[in-house]
């Protein structure tokens, strides 16, 4: 393997994320993944917290994910929900969202 400022292991959400951010800082990444492909079964979570929303939102790409979810005014821990409508953000809700939780999803331009 080639030399690289930075070795993600992992192309799920998050290390597409993270590698994306480091190449817009003009950081030279690469990322290892196990799988052949980005085939999951199932989602891996349950939809999008505010923070996420907002980052995503930064990269002009949050109305994608959002526009496949449902909208909610709360928050949980521990089974206890929180509403977070008065938070400081743009984005006080978080997002209900199966298929968009799921690295089919995430693909570069696709939508569907």
């Known amino acids: 393997m080639t030399k690289h400022a930075v070795v993600i292991a992992g192309g799920g959400p998050t290390g597409l994320m993270l ?3 480091l190449a817009l800082a003009g ?5 290892v993944e196990r799988r052949p492909n980005q ?3 199932g989602s891996r979570a349950g939809g999008l917290h505010s923070r996420t929303i907002e980052v995503l939102d930064q ?3 949050a109305d994608r994910f959002l526009s496949e979810g449902q909208i909610a005014q709360v928050a949980g821990f521990g089974g206890v929900r929180f509403d977070i409508s008065d938070f400081p953000t743009r984005h ?3 997002s ?3 298929r968009t939780t799921s690295s089919a999803f995430w693909r570069a331009g696709s939508p569907s």
């Open 96 to 98: 209900g969202c199966g």
């Open 39 to 41: 085939d999951l079964a």
């Open 19 to 21: 590698a994306g951010e």
């Open 59 to 61: 990269r002009g790409i």
């Open 27 to 31: 950081v030279d990444v690469a990322i």
């Open 92 to 94: 006080n809700y978080g």
